[in-house]
Nanobody
Framework: QVQLVESGGGLVQTGGSLRLSCAAS????????MAWYRQAPGKERELVASITSGSSTNYADSVKGRFTISRDNAKITVYLQMNSLKPEDTAVYYC?????????????WGQGTQVTVSS
């Protein structure tokens, strides 16, 4: 069974920084995509950033230049460095892992970690 465990959320002032981590464990195909999503109260879950096992990255326009996603394939861990945080970044942040194998899509989610940015 695959598990994703997130850490690093918290309360920070506008302009501050936080670093989120998500460690995956279990039977995971080495070719995969890890991503961070977020969901603010009353809003739909949205993609923040993603990174392939080959380190290709993709960012939401709202976080480009402020957030950096990275990963450690040996540890199957993904990170999200968040700088210049804004109140609109306040949300629950979720880690996601996806891969395709044996003609089947696999998708796993973490439990979420709260990020609150005070004005």
């Amino acid at each position: 069974q695959v598990q994703l465990v997130e850490s690093g959320g918290g309360l920070v002032q506008t302009g501050g920084s936080l670093r989120l981590s998500c460690a995956a464990s279990g039977s995971i195909f080495s070719t995969n995509v890890m991503a961070w999503y977020r969901q603010a109260p009353g809003k739909e879950r949205e993609l923040v950033a993603s990174i392939t096992s080959g380190s290709s990255t993709n960012y939401a326009d709202s976080v480009k230049g402020r957030f950096t996603i990275s990963r450690d394939n040996a540890k199957i861990t993904v990170y999200l460095q968040m700088n210049s945080l804004k109140p609109e970044d306040t949300a629950v942040y979720y880690c996601c892992l996806r891969y395709y194998r044996y003609n089947h899509d696999y998708e796993y989610w973490g439990q979420g970690t709260q990020v609150t940015v005070s004005s």
